[in-house]
């Protein structure tokens, strides 16, 4: 079955840096779009991210173009997300998925950014 375990979340100062790890299995991931979402404490779930199957082709919510980079290795079913200056907004609990909506998702990776 498709499972995915988020990795490389912790605690921050705002202006730092962090790297989120994902390792996927259970499904084609060299075929998969693949998505980041968070959700910041009290609110919805929502996108972050996301990389097509090759990594040609990435696309990033407004609030964190040219702070956060996501990346894939194909050839190990990983999944990345680079995120710098970060801020206390980005603090939440971060996803990776198959899918937009989330349907599918590990158990998530807490991010906290103090300010």
């Known amino acids: 079955q498709v499972q995915l375990v988020e990795s490389g979340g912790g605690l921050a100062q705002s202006g730092g840096s962090l790297r989120l790890s994902c390792a996927a299995s259970g499904f084609d991931f060299s075929m998969a779009w693949m998505y980041w979402l968070r959700q910041a404490p009290g609110k919805g779930l929502e996108w972050v991210a996301d990389?097509?199957?090759?990594?040609?082709?990435?696309a990033y919510r407004d609030s964190v173009k040219g702070r956060f980079t996501i990346s894939r290795d194909n050839a190990n079913n990983l999944l990345y997300l680079e995120m710098s200056e970060l801020k206390p907004e980005d603090t939440a609990v971060y996803y990776c998925?198959?899918?937009?909506?989330?349907?599918?998702r590990g158990q998530g990776t807490r991010v906290t950014v103090s300010a």
């Open positions: 990389i097509g199957n090759m990594g040609e082709s990435k």
């Open positions: 998925s198959p899918y937009r909506t989330g349907g599918i």
